[in-house]
């Protein structure tokens, strides 16, 4: 038996499967398949306070995190109303629209919470999973991704950066494998998601629609780690979906050997003609933005000393800056406004990018980081 929470047409539906024992297992599904279930202001603000009802009740075994359409799990963050607001606040000369970094905070407490959550979140990746999305998927204990899946951290193509846990997930990359994988934003399968640990199954799209009622049957017992196990089991035993070959060999490691961003990027430029998919990426980095580029270098530089509440903080402090800067705002009107594909970066080329204004993307511009309370709240 299912108890819908509240309407079918909720950006995010809610529901609860009713299992043995008074047991309940909590499904939230991304409900926006216009938008490829981009990630909005409204979903965030359903999925966190159901996200803390969820943990509070003990009837509550796991999460089920799923998506409406077969197109996307979510592809990203609602980026046209960041837009809108920032253009507000650039027109204005000042602050007169805080949306951007309303949205940023919500957003990375959300993905702290996931990724702090003491039950199981079971995540089901299909399809574009980008950006914002990547951020929830990330963060789930159980991240099961299929033949169709593809995904990215883009923000090379609009002037952002990897956030919403992108400081934390390309820190536990190869060192080759994140520098590429940032910089250039490229497309990863099913089999590279499971090479890196970004997936942790893998199963056939055919077999989403059944999964909860699998799931339903299992012997839930109330013990995280226990039913953490069960969960395994149920799906090593599901068939599993025929992947794509992994991209990832065809990155040579020396693309993380080089310790200044000329040495990266001439190493990376280094593989143009070796193969499509690392030209489609090369093509990304080189027509991309180049404060980006040298953020992700800064990023990965930092990211080795950090927790994960601290990865979030730093990421609250550079989505400001962008947010308050040129590019962002460029890169998503030549993107997604506009669309004519021609923007035009503050830097035109990673030569001519100062080291000193990528490092004020670092500088925190409040006496106090808005997420400074992570590690006591969640």
Known sequence: MTRLLNSESAAVVLSEHLLAKGFVLAEARLNSEATLNALSLDMID?????????????????????????????????????????????????????YPYEFFEREYRLDYLLHRYTKPVIALGHGVIMGGGLGIFSAARFRIVSERVRI?????????????????????????????VGMTGSHLNGADALDIGLGTHNLSTGQFASLSGKLASLAWCGEPDADGALIDACLRQLPAATLPASQLPLIPESVGAAQELGGVVASLRALAGRDPWLDRGLANLNGGCPTTVGIVFEQL????????????????????????????????????????????????????LPDAYVQSHFAEPWARNPLHDLERTS
């Open 46 to 98: 359903i999925l966190d306070p159901a996200l803390r009802r969820w943990k509070q009740n003990e009837r509550v075994v796991a999460v089920l995190l799923t998506s409406s359409g077969n197109r996307a799990f979510s592809a990203g963050g609602d980026i046209q109303a960041l837009y809108r607001a920032m253009m507000r606040n650039h027109q204005a000369g000042e602050r007169v629209d805080e």
């Open 152 to 180: 990215a951290l883009p923000e090379v193509t609009i002037g952002l950066f990897p956030d919403a846990g992108g400081t934390w997930l390309l820190r536990g990359m190869e060192p080759h494998i994140g520098r590429f």
């Open 301 to 352: 530089r930092r990211a080795p000393a950090l927790e994960l509440a601290d990865c979030f903080r730093l990421e609250m402090t550079v989505a400001t800056h962008c947010a308050d800067n040129h590019d962002f705002a460029e890169g998503v009107r030549a993107l997604l406004i506009d669309k004519d594909n021609n923007p035009v970066w503050q830097f035109g080329d990673l030569e001519s």
